[in-house]
């Protein structure tokens, strides 16, 4: 239930916003968006797993906080990125 390291690299590849960034908030809402699709496939099959739930809405969390920073941050850029993730806010 965890996206594969050649996925995780693509990823931060994509999103990166230098050549060693690695941690920057683009990369960690790609990131966890990759987990968080991942994990609701996964509910849809397993629907009483509440294991899994409580770690897909601790991603879903996480991942708001930090769009709430970027927006807070630099807004174009929070803009940019909801868009190339296809998220709404």
């Given at each position: 239930?965890?996206?594969?390291?050649?996925?995780?690299?693509q990823?931060i590849?994509?999103n990166?916003?230098?050549?060693?960034?690695?941690?920057?908030?683009?990369?960690?809402?790609?990131v966890l968006t990759?987990q968080?699709?991942?994990?609701?496939?996964?509910m849809k099959?397993?629907?009483?797993?509440?294991h899994?739930?409580?770690?897909?809405?601790?991603k879903?969390?996480r991942r708001?906080?930090?769009?709430?920073?970027?927006?807070r941050?630099?807004?174009k850029?929070h803009v940019e990125?909801?868009?190339k993730?296809?998220?709404r806010?």
């Open positions: 239930m965890t996206i594969g390291n050649d996925l995780k690299k990823i590849g994509e990166r916003r230098h050549d060693t960034d690695s941690g920057s908030a683009e990369v960690q809402m790609a990759a968080i699709k991942e994990l609701t496939e996964h099959r397993h629907p009483k797993d509440y899994s739930r409580h770690g897909l809405l601790a879903v969390n708001n906080k930090l769009s709430t920073y970027l927006r941050t630099d807004p850029k990125v909801l868009a993730l296809g998220l806010r």
